[in-house]
């Protein structure tokens, strides 16, 4: 989905947050995008090639949206709205897909998301996923298989570590540090200034071979 495209249908619809201007107040959204004629358009520009943009690929759009009839099975509340001009509109909202009813229910009233208690919109969100036959993703055998052997590659180094945990942290607490370690710590970020203090440590420690590091 191209990013411009999505922010321009956005805005021609009144849904993006109110611009900020530095004042320090709260931004605010209306909780709109259900059924009224935005939320038709929206999916209808961005479920199908326009003048701007066409898809190339053969996208499968499922409208998930809120719909009258959703609206009338859950009792949610409508407030009145005035378009100016909605006779110009009725073709293009049948052509998104909005029904006889909901025309009419459009030329003067709308519902908006917020409409719903969280409890309902948890609870539509996930009817509608079910509806549309919306299931947990199982990837194919290959990908199954490859990943089933780095989970038992994973197993086996982390048992193979737990057997020699405690010989290696006694070998590290028996190893000399150099005397002059600090020394060695800010004179190598005194050359490299751009480095942790903690990488450099390690530079130094990876380079010890019986010898200061040079760097």
Request: aromatic share 4%; proline share 2%; glycine share 8%.
């Amino acid at each position: 989905m191209n990013v411009k495209r999505v922010y321009r249908v956005m805005k021609a619809n009144a849904l993006l947050l109110e611009r900020h201007t530095g004042s320090g107040e709260e931004r605010r959204h209306d909780g709109r995008v259900a059924v009224d004629r935005s939320g038709f358009s929206i999916f209808g520009t961005l479920g199908a090639d326009g003048r701007r943009y066409l898809y190339k690929n053969a996208v499968n759009m499922v409208d998930l949206g809120l719909r009258l009839g959703d609206v009338q099975a859950m009792g949610l509340a409508a407030e009145p709205m005035i378009i100016n001009d909605f006779a110009s509109r009725v073709d293009t909202l049948r052509a998104h897909g909005a029904t006889d009813e909901e025309i009419e229910f459009l030329k003067g009233e709308r519902v908006e998301l917020n409409a719903m208690t969280s409890r309902q919109m948890v609870d539509f969100i996930e009817a509608k996923l079910t509806m549309h036959g919306v299931a947990k993703v199982v990837p194919d055998a290959g990908t199954i298989d490859a990943h089933a052997r780095r989970l038992i590659e994973q197993r086996l180094a982390s048992e193979a570590l737990a057997e020699i945990r405690d010989r290696i942290t006694r070998q590290a607490a028996a190893t000399a540090l150099p005397v002059d370690i600090e020394v060695q710590l800010r004179s190598y970020l005194a050359r490299h200034p751009s480095l942790a203090w903690d990488d450099a440590l390690a530079l130094i420690i990876g380079g010890q071979n019986g010898r200061d590091v040079v760097g």
